[in-house]
């Protein structure tokens, strides 16, 4: 849908900007002063126009595909509770099976027997019949029969999977509060960033080739806080900074929405739920994820088309790169 809205904006798009020139020319030529302030002022708001109309499709995106959502998990709870009730009939038959019957022991006088039976010194009746263990075996066999198989073991599991989407992840708002290249390290960084806690977190980061230092001081950034603390040659780093790269080899931090403070937590629409304490390197959540986590043509970082948002105040981007990867 965003697709479509955004070529039917470019005819409007083309005519704006043949209005534009013509308005332009009219205007330095009555005041070649002030004709060029007031056309600045059109470009700029025709800018504004077009970036609004561009979020809007994306909204209108994020609503269609959180209906489909919502569909997809009916249809499941659906299949759950069929699954459930599948598992509940064996034990219902089992239960309503009449018990066994006993035989009582045979009474211990002495009369004629039958061919075929003989009694013991005791006075307990023998039956010399060869198939009476036979008789029984096929009886258990006929009841066993009788009741439909148990589900395999996996179906069994399917509701225990732990989810594997970007809602596991703690993706915070950060502020670079110093950054100084690492004493063992070369192209390697160390900052303290401010993540809305007690105290800022020391992360270690490739942040020392071509990139200046000092422009990154008191800028934000969007960290992945629930990585588990390890030791870089030295240093131990406490969380990770995102980037946005690019095939070419350039590099950005993630910038988080205008507004955005120290500790705002980045969420995606789609994707509810609570982040895990710590990541565990056996699940491989961030090795998993990552082919998923893009900047789209718009520079908005997403994860499968659901943008990274801090509610009430906007979107995360690159500050100039599009169409790259997030690590």
């Known amino acids: 849908m965003g697709s479509l809205c955004t070529e039917g904006l470019v005819p409007h798009v083309e005519l704006a900007h043949v209005f534009l020139l013509s308005l332009e020319a009219a205007l330095i030529k009555l005041d ?5 302030q ?24 994020q609503k269609k595909l959180l209906v489909e959502n919502g569909k997809l998990k009916k249809d499941i709870e659906q299949l759950r509770s069929q699954l459930q009730e599948n598992q509940r009939r064996p034990k219902a038959l089992l239960s309503a099976a009449p018990p066994p019957s006993h035989t009582s022991p045979a009474p211990t006088t002495h009369v004629n027997q039958p061919a075929g039976v003989a009694t013991n010194p005791e006075g307990k009746i023998e039956s010399k019949r060869k198939d009476g263990g036979k008789e029984g075996r096929k009886r258990l066999d006929s009841i066993s029969l009788s009741f439909p198989a148990r589900p395999p073991s996996d179906s ?4 225990a999977e732990p989810r594997v989407d970007a809602s596991r992840l703690d993706l915070r708002v950060g502020r670079i509060l110093s950054v100084r290249l690492h004493p063992l390290a070369e192209g390697m960084s160390v900052q303290e960033v401010d993540v809305g806690e007690n105290a800022p977190r020391t992360v270690v980061s490739k942040l020392g080739g071509e990139t200046p230092l000092e422009e990154l001081r008191g800028g934000r950034a969007v960290l992945l806080c629930n990585v588990k603390a390890c030791k870089m040659r030295g240093v131990v780093s406490q969380a990770r900074l995102l980037f946005c790269s690019t095939p070419d080899d350039c590099t950005e931090l993630l910038t988080p929405p205008t507004g955005s403070t120290p500790g705002d937590r980045v969420t995606f629409l789609n994707y509810p739920g609570d982040p895990d304490r ?10 998993l994820l990552q082919p998923d986590l893009q900047v789209d043509s718009r520079g908005v970082a997403n994860y499968k088309g659901c943008g990274f948002e801090v509610k009430g105040k906007g979107l995360c981007r690159a500050p100039s790169l599009t169409d790259g990867v997030i690590r």
């Open 32 to 36: 070649p002063e002030d004709g060029k």
């Open 38 to 61: 007031i056309m600045e002022y059109f470009r700029t708001q025709a800018l504004l126009m077009k970036e609004k109309a561009l979020l809007q499709a994306s909204v209108r995106d």
């Open 156 to 159: 069994l599991s399917l509701g």
């Open 278 to 287: 710590e990541l565990q390197a056996k699940d491989r959540v961030w090795e």
